[in-house]
Antibody, heavy 118, light 106 residues
């Protein structure tokens, strides 16, 4: 069974940094693209970043230059380094396995809450 | 960026009803569209990918259609567990973008 488990969320001040992790199991992690998607409280879904199996990365304009996605295939773990955090980055952050065909996200982890507040 | 516009924003329905949600892309995305269901306090769940392919394990009362700019998600014979929020998402280009969501309520 494919499982994704995020960790690393918490309360951070504006301008601060956090690193999120997503531990993957049940599939060949190194072969699959992975994504981060976030959801602000009471709001819709916002795609944040994607990293392909080969290492190419893509970002939403709202986080470009502040967030960095990476992966450690030896640890089956996806990361999201977040810096220069803003109040508007407050959200639940989900990691998701990304389909090659169709481009959908499946499955998703349970999410980790990031709160940016002074 | 490709804008995804869903309609309606919310719909009231009863068990057994058929519900159709529309998603329109601001430019053509071929068939690169996915649909998700999200219930309160839980992560989204993939229902449909590539516009019309049913994800494994998803009941056959869910169906998707469309190509280019106009897409639909249909839930035939609504069940109690189907009351949720539904999102479309384009996978044609970066940045990936989602529709604003459609809430299906009793």
């Amino acid at each position: 069974e494919v499982q994704l488990l995020e960790s690393g969320g918490g309360l951070e001040q504006p301008g601060g940094s956090l690193r999120l992790s997503c531990a993957a199991s049940g599939f060949t992690f190194s072969s699959d693209a992975m994504s981060w998607v976030r959801q602000a409280p009471g709001k819709g879904l916002e795609w944040v970043s994607l990293i392909f199996a080969g290492g190419s990365t893509y970002y939403a304009d709202s986080v470009k230059g502040r967030f960095t996605v990476s992966r450690d295939n030896s640890k089956n773990t996806l990361y999201l380094e977040m810096s220069s955090l803003r109040v508007e980055d407050t959200a639940i952050y989900y990691c998701a396995k990304t389909m090659d065909y169709g481009g959908g996200f499946d499955p998703w982890g349970q999410g980790t809450l990031v709160t940016v507040s002074s | 960026d490709i804008q995804m516009t869903q309609s309606p924003s919310s719909v009231s329905a009863s068990v057994g009803d058929s519900v159709t949600i529309t998603c329109r892309a601001s430019r053509g995305i071929s068939g690169w569209l996915a649909w998700y269901q999200q219930k309160p306090g839980t992560a989204p769940k993939l229902l449909i990918y590539a516009a019309s392919s049913l994800q494994s394990g998803v009941p056959s009362r869910f169906s998707g259609s469309g190509s280019g700019t106009d897409f639909t998600l249909t839930i035939s014979s609504l069940q109690p567990e189907d009351f949720a929020t539904y999102y479309c998402q384009q996978a044609s280009s970066f940045p990936r973008t989602f529709g604003q969501g459609t809430r299906v309520e009793l």
